[in-house]
């Protein structure tokens, strides 16, 4: 059972240019969450999404960054018109659907975006 | 709003030693849960061990182990028998008890505590 999939690694991008980053959850999870984690620091929540919904956006910028987790594929954290301050690893991790309060996330290895 | 707060940015053990590391929380909630991910060089965030606030037992996973004080807001790892293998930037961190299924299970992180393991 494969675990949480990111990619890419690493992502350079210059001031300007659009981002996307993907992530495919563990077989058998409907529910993706996206932190970010600036150097020095430990993560902090952007967005939760269930397939074809967002859940809570609370942590998101209002402007420029957006999630997706469509019916089929991966879900996708875009960020249009990147700044030197998006620079971060941006993590992604699902839980499984089942189970109320069950409260453990699985977590990928991250996508360090880079912008010049 | 959660706060988790590690005051130790940098800590080293000898190979073998044991080391403990300090996490403090500061919330309202009475049921929550705590963490103690792992993560090496890779990037890889590693979960170490969990918390239930409800159980009175520290929890305990191999060389693994916490002092859960609930009253003092006070969540420590300790890690028995320090391998190699254990270096790493360990965080500390705060999920609030979610009832319902569809609520977001946001993971509330402290600043980290760079650990190594010197041989």
């Known amino acids: 059972n494969a675990g949480v999939m990111q990619n890419p690694r690493h992502l350079v991008r210059r001031r300007g240019q659009e981002a996307r980053l993907r992530c495919s959850p563990m077989?058998?999870?409907?529910?993706v969450y996206w932190y970010r984690q600036l150097p020095e620091e430990g993560l902090k929540f952007m967005v939760y999404?269930?397939?074809?919904?967002?859940?809570?956006e609370s942590g998101m910028p209002k402007e420029r960054f957006s999630a997706e987790f469509p019916k089929e594929g991966p879900s996708i954290l875009r960020i249009q018109q990147v700044v030197r301050g998006d620079s971060a690893a941006y993590f992604c991790?699902?839980?499984?659907?089942?189970?109320?309060?069950?409260?453990?996330?699985?977590f990928g290895s991250g996508t360090q975006l880079s912008v010049l | 709003a959660q706060t988790v707060t590690q005051s130790q940015p940098e800590m080293s053990v000898q190979e073998a030693e044991t080391v403990t590391l300090s996490c403090t929380y500061d919330t309202s909630e009475n049921n929550y849960y705590l963490f103690w991910y792992k993560q090496p060089p890779s990037r890889q965030m590693i979960l170490v061990i969990r918390?239930?606030?409800?159980?009175?037992q520290n929890a305990t996973e191999n060389r693994f182990s916490v002092n859960f004080q609930k009253a003092a807001k006070s969540f420590s790892l300790k890690i028995s028998d320090s391998q190699l293998g254990d270096t790493a930037m360990y965080f500390c961190a705060f999920m609030k008890h979610e009832r319902s299924s569809g609520s977001a299970r946001q993971l509330t992180f402290g600043s980290g505590t760079q650990l190594t393991v010197l041989p």
């Open positions: 918390q239930e606030a409800y159980k009175q």
């Open positions: 999404l269930q397939k074809e919904n967002i859940i809570d």
């Open positions: 991790a699902s839980s499984p659907t089942t189970g109320i309060s069950n409260e453990k996330l699985f």
């Open positions: 077989k058998g999870h409907s529910h």
